[in-house]
Every structure is written in structure tokens, then in C-alpha cells.
């Protein structure tokens, strides 16, 4: 099988790597020269590709209306998680919204501080007890839950870290599609898969990564008390997400 699978691994932004991360080295070169080695995407459904390192550090004339739309809609006190090199924060900053970004890569983080994000932290999600008006997760953000069960139990740490008031905005796809001339997994949801990054011959960990249809989303966000709302589909299977609480 040879899906069209570019808009499916451009966002698996790796959030939780081994330290001083395969992927992280790959960020660290093109920031200092401009330009990187290849950098693989290994994955459980196919060949390896190649994957655009310089596509992480896009500003808003390069990035899709899905994620411009998310960044408008960011209000109040504003965590980013999985920031990445700072892209989304970055442009946060420029018009004055207070943003926090996270991610566990310190490459990743120390890149974000040099490019001048005010709040950028070496944190896991789950350590965290601050609470925001808005929790942003872009470029498929929400993988790193790897799993369905996973999704859920992050869904309930979420509560605890978001106004009374607040949001969730996150975007995912909807990966049937690659599975329309071969069955669909037995033994798992057929959105959780996994990938391994490799960059001049050096291979990170796998790690799992999780790809959410629409009516799974409804399903768990309203087990886990949450009202979820699709507020952008960009008829490419891709979709941003909003939740809120629901009122108990």
C-alpha cells in the first residue's frame, strides 16, 4: 500500500522522546545552519518517509488555515503543549496573549527561549497544576496520548487545569482512509499507531501516536465530562476541536 500519507505525518510532532532526542538534534541543526540532514519517519502502516524539518519553523504565511483559526480563537491565559521550536507561541506573543509553552525535548525548549519565547519550559503535562483559560495542541498535538484509554485519562487530567470557563483546542484526523484496500486492525483502534524518528543514522525510541475520529471524540469527551464541538474542517479529513466543560 502507498497512501498519500504527508498531511498524515506532518503532524506527529513527537512529544515525548528519549532525552537529548533524535528529533531534537534535527531541530537544533537547521536552527544553527539553516538547513538539516534528512530526517526518516519510521511508522507501523508503511515505508519510512522523509519529513520536512523546516516545516516546524513556519511562520502564520505558512501555516494552514486550521491552525491560524485555533490561534484566533486562543483566549485569557494560553498553555501550549508540545510547543515544539515556538511557532504557534511566537506568534501568540506578537499579539500580546499571555502564552506558557511546554515540551519535554530541552532541545526543543532551549530553540524556543533563543528564539524568543518569554515562557518556554522543559514540563510533562501530567506534572502540571497551573490553570489556563485556554490549552492549545497543534500539529495533531493530542497523539501523544497514544492510545484510547490514554485519551481519555488525559481528557480528565485536562479538567484540572482549565478554567471554569476555559477551552481545549486541539486538531486531529480521521486515518480510515489509510486502510481503504487493506482491513482495519484487530486488535487496537485503527487511529493508534506508532513511529520512530531517525536522523544521520541515529534512531529515537517508537513511540505511540494517536489519530481520533469524530464520533470518538464526542463518545469519550462526553464520559469524561466535556462538550465537544468540530469549529474547523478542512475537508481533508483533518478537523480542530473544541472543548469545553460541561456544567455539573
Sequence with gaps: MQPSTFKLYTFA????????????????????????????????????EEMPVDFFYRDDEEMPVLELQALQMCTGKVLDIGAGVGSHALLLQAFNIDVTAIDISEAAVQIMRNRGVKKAFVQDIFSYTEKFDTILMLMNGIGLTGTLPGFKEFLIKLKSLVNIEGQVLFDTSDIAYLYEDMPKP???????????????????????????DRKTIKLIAEETGWQSEIVFDDEEDQYLVRLTLIAS
Excluded at 510532532?13 to 538539516?36: I, S
Design 13 to 48: 510532532f513527537p512529544y515525548y522522546l528519549c532525552l537529548m532526542d533524535v528529533f531534537g538534534k534535527a531541530l537544533t541543526d537547521f536552527y544553527k545552519n539553516g538547513e538539516a540532514d534528512i530526517l526518516w519517519l519510521h511508522n507501523s502502516y508503511d515505508e519510512p
Design 186 to 212: 484487530q486488535n487496537q483502534y485503527y487511529g493508534e499507531v506508532s513511529y520512530q524518528y531517525e536522523y544521520k543514522g541515529e534512531k529515537g525510541n517508537w513511540f505511540n501516536w494517536l489519530y481520533i
